[in-house]
């Protein structure tokens, strides 16, 4: 059982929502407003958001902006906009998930207890630091550095990183990093977009020439080790 915080305010929107999750086994609490959630997040803190983006006075990207200065909560976002860069947008922000409305219940929760599973298996890492040259990540620890600074991630930059490390020179579709780092069997390619364009910002000397997290084209991506690096004379 989890503590998740429903925030929306739409009444019917957050009625469905805290019942099934209720019925998921998880405590639930609900507000309509953005202030309300940062109040309740000060007050009691939830292990899980499900946030409306459009929400009056302080809206949602603003709110989880703000909870991801704050602390690594995870976060799904409620978007009445289907376009593309509007999930983007919530993404970049730091959001963990998006669900479109109107929206399944059903899908809602097992999205909720996929985020809440990830977050459980990373509260017990398996194996000792990763390495690539002057970059480490330690899931013990969950904590990246990169020539001895230390990375500001999200969760899920977290865990595509560490998936990528663990797995060199395999390269890997969007499907197969959606199953294997988020635990979807279904789910919109940008999401993994996204997330692979900000992790290259933050561990690539020129991020528009990428040498560590490739694209493959036709396929996805793949993380080229060290030694590859060398040999193709783009590491010194």
Request: glycine residues 8%.
């Given at each position: 059982m989890a503590?998740?915080?429903?925030?929306?305010?739409?009444?019917?929107?957050?009625?469905?929502?805290?019942?099934?999750?209720?019925?998921g086994?998880?405590e639930?609490?609900?507000?309509?407003?953005?202030?309300?959630?940062?109040a309740?997040?000060?007050?009691?803190?939830?292990?899980?958001?499900?946030l409306?983006?459009?929400?009056p006075?302080?809206?949602?990207?603003?709110?989880c902006?703000?909870?991801?200065a704050?602390r690594?909560?995870?976060?799904?976002?409620?978007?009445?906009?289907g376009?593309?860069?509007d999930?983007?947008?919530?993404?970049?922000?730091?959001?963990d998930?998006?669900?479109?409305?109107p929206?399944?219940?059903?899908?809602?929760?097992?999205?909720?207890?996929?985020?809440?599973r990830?977050?459980?298996?990373?509260a017990?890492?398996?194996?000792?630091?990763?390495?690539?040259?002057?970059l480490?990540v330690?899931?013990?620890?969950h904590?990246?550095?990169?020539?001895?600074?230390r990375?500001?991630?999200?969760?899920?930059e977290?865990?595509?990183?560490?998936f990528?490390?663990?797995?060199?020179?395999?390269?890997?579709?969007?499907?197969?990093?959606l199953?294997?780092?988020?635990?979807?069997?279904?789910?919109?390619?940008?999401?993994?977009?996204?997330?692979?364009r900000?992790?290259?910002?933050?561990?690539?000397?020129?991020?528009?020439?990428?040498?560590?997290?490739?694209?493959?084209?036709?396929?996805?991506?793949?993380?080229?080790?060290?030694?590859?690096?060398?040999?193709a004379?783009?590491?010194?």
């Open positions: 503590r998740i915080l429903v925030v929306d305010d739409d009444h019917t929107v957050r009625e469905v929502a805290v019942s099934y999750l209720r019925a086994g998880h639930v609490d609900d507000v309509e407003t953005g202030e309300a959630a940062l309740a997040m000060r007050e009691h803190p939830a292990d899980l958001v499900v409306d983006l459009m929400l006075g302080i809206d949602g990207l603003e709110v902006r703000r909870l991801r704050q690594d909560v995870p976060i799904i976002m409620l978007t009445a906009l376009g593309e860069a999930r983007v947008v919530g993404l970049e922000r730091g959001a998930d998006y669900v479109t409305k929206f399944s219940p059903r899908e809602l929760v097992l999205r909720v207890d996929s985020v809440l990830r977050v459980g298996e990373r017990q890492p398996a194996g000792g630091p990763l390495r690539d040259g002057d480490v330690d899931p013990a620890q904590v990246a550095t990169l020539a001895g600074n990375l500001s991630l999200t969760a899920r977290f865990d595509l990183l560490r990528l490390l663990a797995n060199p020179g395999i390269a890997y579709s969007r499907d197969q990093l199953q294997e780092v988020w635990g979807w069997s279904f789910g919109d390619h940008s999401t993994v977009t996204v997330h692979v900000r992790l290259r910002e933050k561990v690539e000397t020129d991020p528009t020439h990428p040498t560590r997290l490739v694209t493959v084209w036709g396929v996805g991506y793949r993380w080229e080790p060290q030694e590859a690096r060398q040999e004379g783009v590491d010194a």
